[in-house]
């Protein structure tokens, strides 16, 4: 008979926010490595109805490119999305305690923090892992997005809809 065998799937996607500026570092052999924390929140109604919020903590470690550009974009309060995988990693510290910590290795992140680069534009940038060969920079057209915002001319095509 066959053996199946499980498939490796390992993926997170995470949004939250920088809970302090990123640390960044090179490692001995000169490979920039940057390392920061979000909080994701998550809001339930409990039993009683009365509105809760979860907050879960993660650690997130991004190398290479995507680093230098969280060095360079991030602060605390930063809000991002990021994709990635678990990996776990264990250290003895100098008094000779293990450590053990999970966190996730980021491949991709999403930078959602607006900037001003005018009055009214606002640039998404999203750096990619440098396995990808592929940094984007999303800039909205500041002058399209007022004509379609002012224009009572432009609709979707709802209004007349009855239930």
């Known amino acids: 008979m066959m053996e199946l065998k499980m498939p490796d799937i390992n993926m997170v996607m995470i949004a939250g926010n920088l809970t302090s500026d990123p640390s960044f570092r090179h490692t001995t052999n000169g490979t920039p490595v940057a390392n920061f924390y979000i909080a994701s929140n998550r809001r339930f109604k409990d039993n009683t109805g009365h509105w809760r919020e979860n907050v879960c903590y993660i650690g997130i470690v991004a190398w290479y490119k995507l680093a230098e550009s969280c060095n360079q974009n991030l602060q605390k309060g930063s809000i991002v999305v990021i994709d990635g995988e678990l990996q776990s990693r264990a250290w003895k510290n100098d008094d ?8 996730v290795k980021a491949r991709r ?10 009055d009214s534009s606002v640039e998404l940038l999203s750096a990619e892992h440098p396995d990808l060969n592929e940094n984007t920079v999303f800039e909205s057209d500041s002058e399209d997005e007022q004509r379609i915002n002012n224009d009572d001319n432009f609709n979707f095509g709802y209004e007349n809809l009855t239930f």
């Not at 000779?96 to 966190?103: A, F, I, P, Q, R």
């Not at 992140?109 to 005018?118: E, T």
Request: charged share 35%; aromatic share 6%.
């Open 96 to 103: 000779g305690t293990s450590k053990n910590v999970v966190e």
């Open 109 to 118: 992140i999403q930078f959602l923090n607006k900037r001003k680069i005018d």
